[in-house]
């Protein structure tokens, strides 16, 4: 079960990874220019929002496995 959930906690620190480099990628690809059409804006910081917010839920998946892991270590003991 410690295997597991270990490979769960990589898998989960991963995805959390790349959520956090995709919604950086879409913020630093947004126009700043007066000439930006606000459709443009709009669909970007939808985007930067969904990247964000999965990288909170994988966060949050993550320290719940963290969790789980110290609450088997400290069973075992």
């Known amino acids: ?15 959390t990874v790349i959520a956090l480099s995709r919604g950086v990628i879409t913020f630093a690809k947004t126009p700043r220019s007066d000439t930006a059409d606000e459709a443009t804006m709009l669909s970007s910081g939808e985007k930067q ?8 839920g ?15 270590a400290r069973g075992g003991s």
């Not at 079960?1 to 995805?15: C, D, G, N, Q, R």
């Not at 994988?58 to 088997?72: D, E, G, K, R």
């Open 1 to 15: 079960m410690a295997t597991f959930l270990t490979i769960l906690l990589v898998l989960a620190m991963i995805a």
């Open 58 to 72: 994988f966060q949050a998946a993550a320290i719940i496995v963290v969790i789980l892991i110290l609450l088997m």
């Open 49 to 56: 929002n969904k990247m964000m917010q999965a990288r909170i």
